[in-house]
């Protein structure tokens, strides 16, 4: 391969295909499966049972597939999977799972993880997510697709957070955040749907109405959660966009982001 750089340090046991591109020092370990056109920019460490598919770009300083920070981990086997078109910028952690979980921390496709993000063991991160600098995801949080976290915002351990959801800078939830909510400040709060985030998306005018008529039912009545979750059902599903939600709602295991 003459792609790699003379520096880069890549170990014979890895399956890398000819056309990845790998970068001055960086450090590519035994387990380690690299799909066609990516690109590992200088000072890349990658290591661990790392699955990387096509067309993926790892800033400098990014590190994948290291152990979990997690005091029970005793070096079990454990993996990192990360599909096609990411981008992972620099000083972006991505740590492998752990076995008292699916012990596969998961990335899939399409997403844009900016500088100092940390994805911790055992998360699930779906498609089209952003990730502003240096956010921060507990262990075990699962990410919804077309998830925005602004900058320095985090999720606690075992949070889901929903698909089409926004998360405002600084902002830190500690429940479950359904599908299509914004929420701000520390802890978070509510504050409306993702109306723009949706209408780039074609959610048409009937979806946007049956959207902004569940978010009511959740947070601008006295009704008890599994009272709005009947509410929001009977609303009947056009598309797909109720189903969401009220999967969701039916699924949260820490409760779901308030009012204060």
């Not at 290591?47 to 993926?56: A, E, M, P």
């Amino acid at each position: 391969m003459t792609n790699i750089h003379k520096t880069a340090i890549v170990s014979p046991k890895s399956n890398i295909d000819d056309s990845v591109e790998i970068g001055a020092y960086s450090f590519i370990g035994d387990d380690v499966v690299i799909g066609k056109n990516t690109i590992i920019d200088s000072h890349v460490v990658i290591k661990g049972k790392t699955k990387i598919g096509q067309d993926n770009h790892f800033y400098p300083f990014s590190s994948i597939g290291d152990d979990p920070q997690d005091k029970k981990y005793l070096n079990e086997d454990t993996q990192v999977e990360i599909g096609d078109r990411n981008t992972i910028r620099e000083y972006t952690t991505i740590n492998k799972g752990t076995i008292q979980d699916t012990g596969v921390t998961r990335m899939g496709n399409d997403n844009w993880i900016m500088a100092y993000v940390h994805i911790a063991h055992d998360c699930q991160i779906g498609n089209n997510t952003i990730f502003a600098n240096n956010t921060t995801l507990g262990g075990h949080v699962e990410v919804g697709d077309y998830v925005i976290f602004g900058g320095f915002s985090g999720a606690h351990q075992f949070c889901k957070i929903g698909a089409h959801s926004f998360l405002g800078m600084y902002s830190g939830v500690a429940r479950d955040l359904p599908p299509y909510v914004i929420v701000m400040g520390q802890p978070a709060e509510p504050r409306g749907i993702n109306l723009e985030g949706i209408k780039r998306r074609d959610f048409s005018e009937d979806q946007i109405r049956n959207i902004k008529s569940a978010y009511k039912a959740l947070y601008m009545s006295d009704l008890r959660l599994e009272e709005a979750t009947k509410s929001i059902q009977d609303l009947g599903d056009i598309n797909g966009e109720i189903n969401i939600l009220v999967d969701f709602l039916r699924n949260t295991t820490r409760g779901i982001v308030r009012k204060g």
